[in-house]
């Protein structure tokens, strides 16, 4: 997981999903580098004082060169976004430019970047997240990994829309 903890980005939610699966017997790790932000004194509480923390758990709390976040990248098996609410998406179209597959949550501007190359989840309770990285675990282990096809945008694309949106505006003036 990467960006800045905030409430927005529910890090609490998928550090509890990953302790339920620590607490199953499941090897597996996750790596947050982000830097902490506001109003998240619980969520560092969570994270500080979970008894995986630096076994299982890794946090990168005061951000890592690039090479070593590229490395990173590399070495994951997936990435997850937790967030409720995102703009363009910058850290999403980031980790699926490693060809990483993508465990996140079901909001319109995932969709709109990676269409349904993803593994989709809904709800608010850890289970949400758990059950779909065991989805993960069980693909991967049968060598069907779905990964991400980004569809971006480019310039010339996106100023034909502000263009179009602008004309729109104008004509209701």
Known sequence: MVSTIEPRKKYDQAVLAFTDLWDKGYKIKLHIVGRPGW?????????NNNKYLNKFLFWHNTGIPDDELCALYQRADA???ASISEGYGLALAEAASYNKPLIIRDIPVFRELVNDTAIYFT???PEAISSKILEFLEMKKNKNVLLPVVKYTGWEDFTKKILFY???L???K
């Not at 004194?41 to 969570?46: A, H, P, Q, R, V």
Request: glycine share 4%; proline share 0%; aromatic share 10%.
């Open 39 to 47: 109003l998240v004194e619980d969520t560092i509480k969570l994270i």
């Open 79 to 81: 990435v997850v976004f």
């Open 123 to 125: 709800g608010f309770e």
């Open 166 to 168: 602008m004309d729109i």
């Open 170 to 172: 104008n004509e209701q």
